[in-house]
């Protein structure tokens, strides 16, 4: 890629974006609905905490929307995470298999309950974790002891299986979910960042016991802060609800809580913004789908940088739009040039298996993750006025 290509990507992105010469954030949330209408009314309802109709009203839509028979709304993606690895059955000592390429969120719910994450590599096409790598993997290392999969390498059980769906690509959901329940092994998807992502006519999120969804500000939609927690399990789904709200057991003026539960509910004023954020959801995905398709024209003129296309079979929510390079030394030239001209652009996560809390953590082989962390860039993703 030449000086040349580099000029004319920032002036291709400063005219899809209609901006001339201000700053260019990477992706910046859209406030054009109902959000004041509905703020203003969870304020004057004097309901903005953890007790409102907007938290009723947003766990309804997210029902309608996924497809999931329950939904449970927390603070965040993270918290969401926490405790749908604790319904899967996840313990101390025990590892849970993810992928290498994700956001920190991701092993760091599984420390949360003492876990041990175990890396799996990508797959170059969904970027999200390989049914082959998995294969793979568990082939390496899997044994069923009286029905429950061992790593017998480590000697330690392998309890859950988080797959995630990158920048809102699905990953290959069907074969893992099915790999996964012949080992006996609970799949919890971080569908963090595919809120809107569909595999077939499934939405992301609602193959596994439990899928979490983030409505943090850089997200697809936004409630300033939350999560979701998805699951067609109505034991689970009281579960989760129970332990997010401290364990209070019900009751009119009575203060009993009967187990370690955790303040993870979703505050009434963060629901009415999402709420009126859901009511946007479609529109959004049908024009970053939009902008997905100018960007795979213009970049197919552009040697040496390809344009990251959905995969095969499903229908993502292209919410972080993402080009590869040939190699690191390029990505770094298009990352220092486009932030030097204000067009702000970020590599992938550093791997998660090169951050000092998890160098230790077993893994099988990630070359694609290696492969993908060094040459792939996000680009300008926000919706367009
Ligand atoms: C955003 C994100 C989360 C966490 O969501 P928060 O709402 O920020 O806590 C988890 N996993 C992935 C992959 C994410 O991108």
Known sequence: MMETQFKKTVDFIRELYNTPEAFIPLHEPRFVGNEKKYLIDAIDSTFVSSVGEYVNRFEEMMTQITGAKYAVAVVNGTAALHISLKLAGVQQGDEVLTQALSFVATPNAISYEKAIPHFIDVNEHTLGMGADALQT?????????????????????????????????????????????????????????????????????????????????????????????????????????????????????????????????????????????????????????????RYQAFFEKISGVDFIQKPAGSTPNYWLHAVQLENRAQRDKLLEYTNGEGVMTRPVWELLNRLPMYIDCPSGDLSVSSLLADTLVNITSSVRN
Not at 182 to 208: C, K, M, R, W
Not at 226 to 236: A, F, P, R, S
Request: proline share 3%; glycine share 8%; with cysteine.
């Open 137 to 293: 993997r568990l082939d390496q290392v899997a044994e069923m002891r009286d029905g429950v999969c061992w790593n017998k390498e480590t000697n330690r059980k392998i309890a859950a299986c988080v797959p995630m769906h990158t920048f809102g690509f699905p990953v290959e959901i069907e074969k893992i979910v099915a790999m996964c329940d012949s080992y006996n092994i609970p799949v919890v998807e971080d569908a963090a960042e595919s809120l809107g992502s569909y595999v077939g006519e499934q939405h992301t999120g609602t193959f596994g016991l439990l899928g979490t969804v983030s409505l943090n500000g850089n997200k697809v939609v936004t409630s300033g802060g939350g999560g979701v927690i998805l699951t067609n399990d109505k034991e689970i789904a009281e579960r989760a609800k129970h332990l997010t709200t401290t364990a209070k057991v019900p009751h009119k003026w009575d203060y009993v809580h009967n187990e370690l539960g955790y303040n993870y509910r979703m505050p009434n004023l963060n629901a009415a913004l999402a709420c009126a954020q859901l009511e946007q959801l479609d529109r959004y995905i049908g024009n970053k789908k939009e902008t997905a398709q």
